[in-house]
């Protein structure tokens, strides 16, 4: 003996909602169009014709680290202005380039390690000055030791005023413009890049 099993789904009387014809729109209205549903599925999240999307997610906090800015913007001031000092010693000339390099080194340090901060722009600005000045006696320092024979230390440790003396006699009205060009574009690269 058999038995049948009933059937599996809706029973065939009933009709589903989505399947019922829509009511007669009066004839003096213009024909309305049916509403489609909600969609279902694993696209669930993804925006939709027809449906609100949902705000962003709110922007993080800028991060502000200035005391770690400052010793980054002062380390990188202490390597541009040794390369800079060795430009000029090797070339016997002050290069606008690298004076642009040495206040780009200096404020992208600052503004990449210490974040948004109102402060490391300026210091920036101080910090490569004081780097471009540095640079250049290296190189008057490289220059004066290669003229008499003597080694660099001796002439930039031991003689320091020397050095200071040779780069007030070489300084024309470019040196400070390489001073100019350094902090503008220092204070430029640190203000970038804490954004």
Known sequence: MS???????????????????????????????????????????????GFPVA???????????????LVASIGAGVVSAILYGLVIGLTKHEIGYAA???????GIAAGRVGGRSQTL???????SVAAVYLGQLIGEAMIIAKEYGVGFSDVFFDHFSVAQEGWKADADPLTFVFFAVAAYVAFQSARKAGD
């Open 3 to 49: 038995q049948s099993t009933p059937p599996s789904g809706p029973p065939a009387d009933a009709n589903p909602p989505a399947a019922a014809p829509a009511p007669a729109a009066p004839a003096d209205q213009p024909p309305v169009p049916p509403q489609a549903a909600a969609p279902q599925g694993p696209w669930q999240g993804a925006p939709q014709p």
């Open 55 to 69: 705000p962003p997610a709110p922007a993080a906090p800028a991060r502000s680290n200035f005391p770690l800015g």
């Open 100 to 106: 642009v390099g040495v206040g780009f080194l200096v």
């Open 121 to 127: 722009p300026v210091v920036s600005v101080i910090v």
